[in-house]
């Protein structure tokens, strides 16, 4: 590549240095080693220098706001216009993914949205800067047990989990933390139990205690797989839930192989299709399923009497 006439130098600088804060808010030190390592320019780099770059941006319409000793451009050559509905579906989205909670798929968000708020009007910009800065409102949950799940997730730690699986049985299990999941107005965690090659949903509050184990989840996961047979006109009516696939059919039949849906969730799918449905695999599955038919039919006795 030419290099330009030493006239154009300025320019160009001026024009980099717009980039470089269109991307993101830099230091002044920040700043100068990025245009340092750009070979196309002369190292000019005073305090009058930096001032005439952003006089310059001024007198363009450009403003630049120092916070401490960050640098930060509030708006771009440019401005996109939006309607109505789109802001309210932008702001929503906004308030969203802070209920995600993925502290690095939140940042990555952030940091879009706060580069494209650039290029709107100032009103649009600070408020979308707002409800950025906005705190995530708890639902129902204590906002503490969601911050403790959150800190265990990123440590990469496996935990140790005691939940009520029902109003009155309680156990314990030792688990991989995967993720934390809000829906229906309720959070849940989804989790993996390497003990039982399964994945694992529980919902907050049905736990009474958690703790660190002190073992690393090793991020390797083995899903055993859950087989049942079809029967009749369901063989034929069936649809297939997420990570399920055929594995045989025939006329009046259909087996399923189930991977990662949550035992306790699946076995109690398989209940409702009654004599529709049987499990082939594995032994312990159908035991479990078989205890869980005579826990209903006791009950279903002791609410009769």
Sequence with gaps: ????????????????????????????????EKIRNNSEFENVYTQEAFIKYFNTFDLAGLKINKDKNVYKLSNAIYSVSLSEDEIKVLFKFIRYIKRIHNKQLEKTIGEIIYTFAKYTEEQLHNEINSVLKEKVQSIKQSPNIINSLESLLYDNQLIVITYYKNKSVKDTITVELKEIIEKDNTVLISCYDPVKSRNKKIYIDSITEIKQSPKKSTGIKHLDSVIFCLYGRL??????????????????????SNTEEDKDYLLRRL??????????????????FLSLTDEILKNLEEGIK
Excluded: H
Aim: net charge positive; proline share 3%; with cysteine.
């Design 1 to 32: 590549m030419i290099k330009p006439e030493k006239k154009f130098d300025t320019g160009l600088r001026i024009l980099e240095v717009l980039k470089i804060l269109l991307a993101k808010d830099v230091s002044k030190k920040e700043l100068i």
């Design 271 to 288: 209940l409702k299709y009654g004599e529709n449905c049987k499990i082939t695999y594995p032994k312990s599955i159908q035991k479990e």
């Design 235 to 256: 063989a034929n009516s069936y649809k297939l839930k997420e990570s399920e696939k055929v594995i045989d059919f025939g006329s009046d039949y259909l087996i399923v």
